[in-house]
Nanobody
Framework: VHLVESGGDLVQAGGSLRLSCAAS????????MAWYRQAPGKERELVAI???????HYANSVKGRFTISRDNAESALYLQMNNLKPEDTAMYYC???????????????WGQGTQVTVSS
């Protein structure tokens, strides 16, 4: 499994970014996908999940500002981030797990991350 994130950048508060994750080595449509983030000195936290069928779930901190989506034909995952805040600054990671996984199971496949920095 190979997950490669891109799209991270330095942006001013209130701005927008779109992160992408290119997947290979898996049957993308058979996987649940997620975005996580980790800020310096903090634990990794779930940002958003999208099921193989397209159902979505968001962390309360990003609801209404971030949108997760997927393109199964392109084996690609996206995260549209609007109205960015300094507290969104973190390394953002793409993750995958089989669609039939226990919802409490950890995601088994991870990308290397892409850095998002939001200046105030």
């Amino acid at each position: 499994v190979h997950l490669v994130e891109s799209g991270g950048d330095l942006v001013q508060a209130g701005g927008s970014l779109r992160l992408s994750c290119a997947a290979s080595g898996i049957i993308f449509s058979d996987n649940e996908m997620a975005w996580y983030r980790q800020a310096p000195g903090k634990e990794r936290e779930l940002v958003a999940i999208i099921s193989s069928g397209g159902s979505t779930h968001y962390a309360n901190s990003v609801k209404g500002r971030f949108t997760i989506s997927r393109d199964n034909a392109e084996s690609a995952l996206y995260l549209q981030m609007n109205n960015l805040k300094p507290e969104d600054t973190a390394m953002y990671y793409c993750a995958a797990r089989p669609a039939d996984s226990d919802p409490k199971a950890d995601f088994g496949s991870w990308g290397q991350g892409t850095q998002v920095t939001v200046s105030s």
